[in-house]
Antibody, heavy 119, light 111 residues
Framework: EVQLVQSGTEIKKPGESLKISCQGS????????IGWVRQMPGKGLEWMGI????????RYSPSFQGQVTISVDESINTAYLQWNGLKASDTAMYYC????????????WGQGTQVTVSS | QSVLTQPPSVSGTPGQTVTISCTGS?????????VHWYQQLPGTAPKLLMY???TRASGVPHRFSGSKSGASASLAITGLQAEDEATYHC???????????FGGGTKVTVL
């Protein structure tokens, strides 16, 4: 069974750093893209970026380029989303999702990681 | 403002048919990229409902159907049921953004 398990809820202060994770299981991790999607409170879904674990090919949405870093550790089947210098506007639910490719569907989703940034 | 445009809400009584539209442009749906639909129940992660415009994901009831024409797509729920109350999101690929684009989501209410 394909599963994406994300790290737990985070409560941070503005300016702090954060790295959240997404661990895949039940499939060959290196063969599928992992994307990150933001959902702000009461809003729709926004694509942040995508990474191919097999060669770490990474692409960012122009809206998030320079704001976050996406990485992967293939040895533990885990993808990461990282911030240096959180802002209150980063408060949102973040989902990882598995996809066959950058132009394809998001077949499987993680359960989401809630990030709250507040002083 | 989302790249793909969906109505914020639609509603219907049990048994009715409701349709959700998803309008894009020449850089995404109109360029021939497929449209995918997700169902998000309250407080849960989105789940793939329909892929490649008209193919139901595994386990999805036949009352859900999808279509695409030109730069638009639509999702229909025939024989609406109480358990269909959720938010539905469309998604495609955009050449100018080189990645995924989403609609703003449509909340379906069963009256």
């Amino acid at each position: 069974e394909v599963q994406l398990v994300q790290s737990g809820t985070e409560i941070k202060k503005p300016g702090e750093s954060l790295k959240i994770s997404c661990q895949g299981s039940g499939y060959t991790f290196s063969r599928y893209w992992i994307g990150w999607v933001r959902q702000m409170p009461g809003k729709g879904l926004e694509w942040m970026g995508i990474i191919f674990p097999g060669d770490a090919d990474t692409r960012y949405s122009p809206s998030f380029q320079g704001q976050v870093t996406i990485s992967v550790d293939e040895s533990i089947n885990t993808a990461y989303l990282q911030w240096n210098g959180l802002k209150a506007s980063d408060t949102a639910m973040y989902y990882c999702a598995r996809s066959p490719g950058p132009a394809d569907d998001l077949t499987y989703w993680g359960q989401g990681t809630q990030v709250t940034v507040s002083s | 403002q989302s790249v793909l445009t969906q109505p914020p809400s639609v509603s219907g009584t049990p048994g009715q048919t409701v349709t959700i539209s998803c309008t894009g442009s020449r850089s995404n749906i109109g360029a021939g990229y497929e449209v995918h639909w997700y169902q998000q129940l309250p407080g849960t992660a989105p789940k793939l409902l329909m892929y490649n415009s008209a193919t139901r994901a595994s386990g999805v009831p036949h009352r859900f159907s999808g279509s695409k024409s030109g730069a638009s797509a639509s999702l229909a729920i025939t024989g609406l049921q109480a358990e269909d109350e959720a938010t539905y999101h469309c998604q495609s690929h955009d050449t100018s953004l080189s990645g995924w684009v989403f609609g703003g989501g449509t909340k379906v209410t069963v009256l």
